[in-house]
């Protein structure tokens, strides 16, 4: 499986048998060239998970692709057809089998903040990305975990905890375009995360094995 970052939450996957491209928003970039995809998964409904002008474009580069997302993101992208699905779906997209997994919500940022939905995705049992939460798959053995790194909603000590509660094999961090210097979070990540886990931070627009 190879995996491409193109900042923040936005992550290309090539398991061999689909290319599946997550969260193409606007903190994002490098994505817009890109063809050849069997889906994209659109976490939530925030800008910095998608962004509908590039996605409009990006879709009209990749006819074949399904767009999928949850109900409250698809009713927010005004003359785009979206694939709705929840936690709980199994899809099957190009060759890859995709989980939607989490609470369906998105973390708390405050509790004047209503919360919107949220939808985590599992490729082929091995790669999970979350979204906007920190909700563990449940699972005893997962191959690489995208872990969001800075957010309004969250601290470095509960990243460092949803890290060692999934305990992935690799771990590469994502969402990290709201900080100043992630590398100071990669660090914590590297010092506390658990016996058996490494971290992979890729460069930016570069495939890597995972």
Same mark, same amino acid.
């Given at each position: 499986?190879?995996?491409?970052?193109?900042?923040?939450?936005?992550?290309?996957?090539?398991?061999?048998?689909?290319?599946?491209?997550?969260?193409?928003?606007?903190?994002?970039?490098?994505?817009?060239?890109?063809?050849?995809?069997?889906?994209?998964?659109?976490?939530?409904?925030?800008?910095?998970?998608?962004?509908?002008?590039?996605?409009?474009?990006?879709?009209?580069?990749?006819?074949?692709?399904?767009?999928?997302?949850?109900?409250?993101?698809?009713?927010? #992208?005004?003359?785009? +057809? =979206?694939? $709705?699905?929840?936690?709980? !779906?199994? /899809?099957?997209?190009?060759?890859?089998?995709?989980?939607?997994?989490?609470s369906g919500d998105?973390?708390?940022?405050?509790?004047?903040?209503?919360l919107v939905a949220?939808?985590?995705?599992?490729?082929?049992?091995?790669? #999970?990305?979350?979204? +906007? =939460?920190? $909700?563990?798959?449940?699972? !005893?053995? /997962?191959?690489?975990?995208?872990?969001?790194?800075?957010?309004?909603?969250?601290?470095?000590?509960?990243?460092?905890?949803?890290?060692?509660?999934?305990?992935?094999?690799?771990?590469?961090?994502?969402?990290?375009?709201? #900080?100043?210097?992630?590398?100071?979070?990669?660090?914590?990540?590297?010092?506390?995360?658990?016996?058996?886990?490494?971290?992979?931070?890729?460069?930016?627009?570069?495939?890597?094995?995972?």
């Amino acid at each position: 499986m190879h995996l491409t970052h193109f900042g923040h939450a936005c992550v290309l996957i090539d398991t061999g048998a689909a290319r599946l491209l997550f969260d193409p928003g606007t903190f994002s970039s490098g994505f817009e060239s890109l063809d050849g995809l069997d889906a994209i998964l659109i976490t939530h409904q925030h800008a910095d998970h998608v962004d509908a002008e590039r996605l409009t474009a990006l879709l009209r580069a990749n006819p074949d692709a399904a767009l999928v997302s949850d109900g409250q993101t698809a009713g927010r #992208l005004d003359g785009i +057809d =979206a694939r $709705v699905a929840a936690p709980g !779906d199994r /899809l099957t997209l190009g060759g890859a089998d995709v989980a939607v997994v989490g609470s369906g919500d998105h973390a708390v940022i405050h509790r004047d903040i209503p919360l919107v939905a949220n939808n985590g995705y599992l490729v082929d049992g091995h790669l #999970l990305h979350p979204g +906007d =939460a920190y $909700v563990p798959p449940g699972l !005893d053995d /997962l191959a690489t975990l995208l872990l969001p790194t800075g957010a309004p909603w969250l601290k470095v000590a509960e990243a460092v905890d949803y890290l060692r509660a999934v305990a992935p094999r690799t771990v590469v961090p994502i969402h990290e375009q709201t #900080l100043a210097t992630p590398a100071m979070h990669y660090r914590f990540f590297d010092q506390l995360r658990p016996e058996g886990t490494t971290l992979l931070v890729p460069d930016r627009e570069t495939a890597v094995d995972v």
